[in-house]
């Protein structure tokens, strides 16, 4: 099989194959100096300026990085800027008023296009109206928001003002948002009325208001007419609507506050491997230089770029990969409300073929899905556009990453493997496609500058090939800083297992197992704690355990991912009732209702499979690693160390209906 360009993987070339990079990208690629890696070691931490370089600072920085407090790192210090400056304004000064930044698809087939100047405009007019509102520097500002252009424009408005923004998830109830706006004492939220999922209207503003009763501060409330007449847009006494705030301050502008590379720029709460979800803290000059560095050299954007990645903005991989980054860059990005199999599985080949998308940047759930759809989706529209596709999220399989290369890239595109977290503020771990070969299944070398180390229990580096824990060695530009909930968390969850502080020895630990090979490319093996990652959204077993305990009834519960078959990507719940309590219908619904309320629908259990107890180790630790085994229909690990091996055999026969 040739592909479009000649280039390419022969017939007999087995999966997972490694490739050069083709020299059609090698020729264009924003990075293709393979000197790039012994530069920045060499010069390792001034190598970071170049990531500095990308941004227009209103002073200059006298120090790339200050070590002193370790691991409570600062970067680009005495340096300020302002982030929605580096997003809009200078590119209006470069001439560029008039080229697309935002393209929006709706998920009723409409699309909307902002130009920098355009967008510029908005943003100044709502930020504008929040400082009104009573919004300061330093207030933290909640956006409770779907796939709407409302989000990046109220995003860039709060750091036009130093205001720190938490976006939370739209797809979060009403509980959760109250948790996230109690930890951040967040007085301020702009929601909307309502949104589309999957064709019907659907009502955020009430889980919005049930938010408010239990937020302990008081709360002003902007509100976005989303849904116009589909959805009464109740906007009550203590709250304003979105248009008419605007229109209020209609054509007036806000100078950009200049804020000091180290002061705050968002705060994004992300779950850890306890029940409350934890604020990571991002600055201004060290994560705007990384999210626009990685764009730049990973995912190799150019300003004359269609870019598309296409996660939700209520996760990192949006804030980075879809806002600042190539914002910051002052290309085309392009956001879209639906999901892809809606209104039909062509919808989002679709939208990559009208608007000649040149970067794809998706999740390997996406792409599996894609892949059980069958290839006459992607094949019969005209992909020629693409030049780079990326992946991140979750381990891709070979197969997969594959199918993605041939039947989406035409085999001429090179896929980029990104690792990363919401804590390492963008990618970390990942071939520069320029430079690099791919290796399907792994995700690659550590970017230049980043020391990835795998570590056994004792912190001690493994043997090439070995399986460990996936630690970063050396501090980057877009590291968090801290948690918004305190320094003590931050070094318990991070760094107090690997590091030697009598030694000033700083580790961070990610939380994966990885393994790196002989050839220093790293393949990350999934989470070692208690979290899962569901259609691309991480979750904490801990937070799912306990709202299902809250339902009355159960005496335990555990919660695995499924990750392989039909159900790939579905939450499993394996609950043990109270003495006495029925396995019925009613308990399961309850269960069910209990999680939905507690985080939202994304966290539903698929399957809730009632036994009368969980399989345990002496000790009695729920073994959840035998029942993610039993989940997957998978061989069974080691059950020696259980206290009472029989149940996996009988979960077993439950799951497969016997
Ligand atoms: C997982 C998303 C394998 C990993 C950017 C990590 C990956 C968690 C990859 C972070 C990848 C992310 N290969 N696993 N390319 N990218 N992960 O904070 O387990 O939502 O720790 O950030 O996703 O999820 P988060």
Request: glycine letters at 10%.
């Amino acid at each position: 099989m040739v592909d479009r360009n000649g280039w390419g993987r022969g017939r007999d070339d087995p999966i997972g194959a490694r490739r050069r990079p083709p020299p059609a990208f090698v020729e264009r690629a924003n990075a293709a100096d393979a000197e790039r890696y012994e530069a920045f070691e060499e010069n390792w931490p001034d190598c970071w300026e170049r990531a500095a370089a990308l941004l227009a600072w209103d002073r200059a920085y006298d120090t790339v990085l200050e070590d002193e407090d370790a691991p409570f790192y600062r970067w680009f210090t005495g340096g300020e800027l302002n982030a929605s400056y580096n997003c809009l304004d200078r590119h209006l000064e470069a001439g560029r008023k008039n080229h697309a930044a935002i393209r929006w698809g709706g998920k009723q087939g409409e699309s909307r296009t902002y130009t920098y100047r355009e967008l510029y405009v908005e943003v100044n007019e709502f930020a504008a109206a929040l400082r009104d509102l009573g919004v300061g520097e330093d207030d933290v500002v909640t956006l409770y928001l779907p796939m709407i252009p409302e989000l990046p424009v109220a995003m860039l408005a709060c750091a036009r003002i130093g205001a720190p923004h938490s976006v939370v998830f739209a797809g979060f109830s009403a509980d959760a948002l109250a948790t996230r706006m109690n930890a951040a004492d967040s007085e301020y939220l702009v929601t909307c009325d309502g949104y589309y999922r999957r064709g019907d209207a659907f009502n955020q503003k009430s889980k919005a208001d049930n938010a408010r009763l239990a937020v302990d501060q008081g709360v002003r409330t902007v509100v976005v007419d989303r849904l116009g007449k589909e959805l009464p847009h109740v906007v009550g006494d203590d709250e304003c609507d979105y248009d008419a705030v605007r229109d209020a301050h209609a054509g007036e502008t806000v100078d950009p506050v200049s804020r000091d590379a180290e002061d705050m720029l968002f705060l994004m709460y992300t779950s850890g491997t306890t029940g409350q979800p934890k604020g990571v803290v991002h600055t201004t000059g060290g994560y705007l230089a990384y999210a626009a560095w990685t764009s730049h050299a990973v995912l190799d954007v150019k300003p004359e770029d269609t870019y598309w990645c296409a996660a939700d903005i209520g996760w990192i991989t949006g804030h980075t990969y879809i806002v600042y980054g190539p914002l910051a860059l002052g290309t085309t990005t392009m956001m879209y409300e639906g999901t892809p199999d809606y209104p039909d599985r062509d919808r989002l080949w679709e939208l990559l073929e009208r608007n000649a998308v040149d970067v794809f940047y998706t999740a390997p759930t996406a792409i599996r899905a894609f892949t059980k759809w069958g290839s006459q989706y992607p094949e019969r529209h005209d992909l020629s556009s693409l030049r780079l596709l990326g992946t991140v999220g979750e381990p891709i399989n070979p197969r997969a990453w594959e199918w993605y290369h041939k039947h989406v890239g035409g085999g001429t595109c090179p896929v980029v493997d990104t690792w990363w977290q919401t804590e390492t503020g963008g990618v970390v771990v990942s071939t520069l496609p320029g430079i690099d070969d791919m290796k399907p299944g792994a995700a690659g070398p550590p970017l230049p500058g980043i020391d990835a180390r795998v570590v056994d229990a004792a912190g001690d580096e493994v043997e090439a090939g070995d399986a460990g824990y996936l630690t970063l060695q050396k501090p980057w530009p877009g590291m968090a800083r801290t948690l918004y909930d305190g320094d003590d968390r931050f070094l318990d969850e991070y760094w107090r297992r690997f590091s030697d502080p009598e030694d000033d020895r700083w580790v961070y630990f990610s939380g994966d197992a990885a393994r790196i090979d002989d050839d220093g490319y790293v393949t990350v093996l999934g989470r070692v704690d208690d979290v899962i990652t569901v259609s691309g959204h991480r979750l904490s077993t801990m937070e799912i355990e306990s709202a299902i305990l809250d339902a009355g009834g159960v005496a335990e519960a555990a919660v695995v991912a499924s990750t392989t078959g039909a159900g790939d990507g579905e939450i499993y719940a394996y609950v043990s009732l109270e003495r006495d309590v029925d396995p019925a219908d009613a308990i399961r619904e309850a269960i069910v209702s209990r999680v939905e309320r507690a985080i939202g629908p994304i966290a539903r259990p698929e399957e809730v499979v009632f036994t009368p107890e969980l399989p345990k180790t002496r000790s009695g630790k729920i073994m959840r690693r035998l029942l993610e085994d039993v989940t997957n229909g998978q061989e069974l690990g080691d059950t020696s160390a259980l206290r009472n091996p029989e149940i996996v055999g009988e979960l077993r026969a439950t799951i497969r209906g016997e």
